[in-house]
């Protein structure tokens, strides 16, 4: 029997797949959790993700898949932590509903270089109000564009993998807050396909249990570094210590890319801080710094982003990067 509670979410960080791209701290971390489990955590839901079928991340992913779409009672999948029952009709601050839906499932080549082509999967709705945000209108509403069928997105996918892209990714929105879709997805996705979770690390420690092993590389959003910046624009509270927990544990557990746009007018506020914690914190982490913002959206609420990133702004924050050795890719 599956709870609808989060009490067993304890048990599922330690039962992970090794699939092909699973990396090897985690399948270390995954023998000692299994060495030092005692009977009470066994008799858990999560123990038949490893214990049936340990190799098989469709597996896992499937398992996971049910148990996040019954979390969908209380649901806390990103740091809102708004704890409505979805199923019953109730609505968070993302007013995603039960079932999820698309609005752009297409091969892309304007992610980074080592991704791309990728099968990129665009989840509809969000749990951040980014003012500036690219995507806006689909991006916010989780009832944009198409019904999200698993088995019909994952006959694409495998389509364009036939036909030469490295990697596939699945983004928004914010995919956070389609945790059983986003799953389902994975477990009919080829063992050896190359999975990108394109995330803005708003989600919560139980979305990270549901997700860990799930995807080779985390492709997370460092939108603002302050908290004052991430109310204004995006209107998050506490957002820096979300952000930086989500950081720290996706670069421990996967490939971690952390992405960073620049706004103008926001260089010594939000910049100058997401690079030094970067520098002090991830080491040697790949950092892309985008510097094609453009006043989409909402943004014109905002006097500072009425306009493009000036040439000059872009060349002080490449210095910044450069004075504190940060690893920049394209």
């Given at each position: 029997?599956?709870?609808?509670?989060?009490s067993?979410?304890?048990d599922?960080g330690?039962?992970?797949?090794?699939?092909?791209?699973f990396?090897?701290?985690r399948e270390a971390k995954?023998?000692a959790?299994?060495?030092g489990?005692?009977?009470i955590?066994?008799?858990?839901?999560?123990?038949?993700l490893c214990?049936r079928?340990p190799k098989?991340?469709?597996f896992?992913?499937?398992e996971?898949?049910?148990?996040a779409?019954?979390m969908?009672?209380?649901c806390r999948?990103?740091a809102?932590?708004?704890?409505?029952n979805?199923?019953?009709g109730?609505?968070g601050l993302?007013?995603a509903?039960?079932?999820?839906?698309?609005?752009c499932?297409?091969t892309?080549?304007?992610?980074?270089?080592?991704l791309i082509p990728?099968?990129?999967?665009?989840?509809?709705?969000?749990?951040?109000?980014?003012d500036?945000?690219i995507?806006g209108?689909?991006?916010?509403?989780?009832?944009?564009g198409?019904g999200?069928e698993?088995?019909?997105?994952a006959?694409?996918?495998?389509?364009a993998l036939?036909?030469g892209v490295?990697?596939?990714m699945?983004?928004?929105?914010?995919?956070?807050?389609?945790l059983p879709?986003?799953l389902e997805f994975?477990?009919?996705?080829?063992?050896t396909?190359?999975l990108?979770?394109?995330?803005?690390?708003?989600?919560?420690a139980?979305a990270?249990?549901?997700?860990d092993g799930?995807?080779?590389?985390w492709?997370?959003d460092?939108?603002?570094?302050n908290?004052?910046?991430a109310?204004?624009?995006?209107?998050?509270p506490?957002?820096?210590?979300?952000?930086k927990d989500?950081?720290?544990?996706a670069?421990?557990n996967s490939?971690?890319?952390?992405?960073?746009?620049?706004?103008?007018?926001?260089?010594?506020c939000?910049?100058?801080p997401?690079?030094?914690w970067?520098?002090?914190n991830?080491?040697?982490?790949?950092v892309?710094l985008?510097?094609g913002?453009?006043?989409a959206?909402?943004a014109?609420?905002?006097?500072e982003?009425?306009?493009?990133l000036?040439?000059?702004?872009?060349?002080?924050?490449?210095?910044?990067?450069?004075?504190l050795?940060l690893?920049?890719i394209?």
């Amino acid at each position: 029997m599956i709870c609808s509670t989060n009490s067993r979410l304890q048990d599922i960080g330690a039962y992970k797949g090794n699939a092909p791209g699973f990396g090897l701290r985690r399948e270390a971390k995954r023998h000692a959790a299994l060495a030092g489990a005692d009977e009470i955590s066994k008799s858990g839901v999560a123990v038949a993700l490893c214990h049936r079928n340990p190799k098989s991340r469709a597996f896992v992913a499937r398992e996971r898949a049910r148990i996040a779409r019954a979390m969908l009672v209380d649901c806390r999948f990103c740091a809102h932590d708004c704890r409505v029952n979805r199923l019953a009709g109730e609505n968070g601050l993302c007013h995603a509903g039960t079932e999820a839906r698309f609005f752009c499932a297409q091969t892309e080549v304007s992610d980074e270089l080592e991704l791309i082509p990728t099968f990129a999967v665009a989840l509809s709705g969000c749990d951040l109000r980014c003012d500036f945000c690219i995507t806006g209108a689909a991006s916010w509403n989780p009832r944009a564009g198409a019904g999200f069928e698993a088995r019909e997105m994952a006959a694409k996918a495998k389509v364009a993998l036939q036909h030469g892209v490295r990697t596939i990714m699945v983004l928004g929105g914010e995919p956070t807050i389609h945790l059983p879709a986003a799953l389902e997805f994975v477990s009919l996705l080829p063992e050896t396909a190359r999975l990108i979770w394109k995330t803005n690390a708003h989600g919560s420690a139980q979305a990270r249990k549901l997700l860990d092993g799930m995807f080779d590389v985390w492709l997370a959003d460092f939108k603002f570094g302050n908290d004052a910046c991430a109310q204004r624009l995006a209107k998050v509270p506490d957002y820096i210590r979300v952000v930086k927990d989500n950081l720290l544990w996706a670069d421990d557990n996967s490939e971690l890319i952390v992405r960073h746009l620049l706004m103008p007018g926001h260089m010594e506020c939000c910049w100058q801080p997401v690079a030094e914690w970067l520098a002090g914190n991830l080491p040697g982490v790949k950092v892309n710094l985008r510097s094609g913002f453009w006043p989409a959206w909402q943004a014109g609420r905002h006097a500072e982003l009425r306009r493009t990133l000036s040439e000059e702004e872009s060349d002080k924050a490449r210095r910044i990067a450069e004075k504190l050795c940060l690893r920049l890719i394209c």
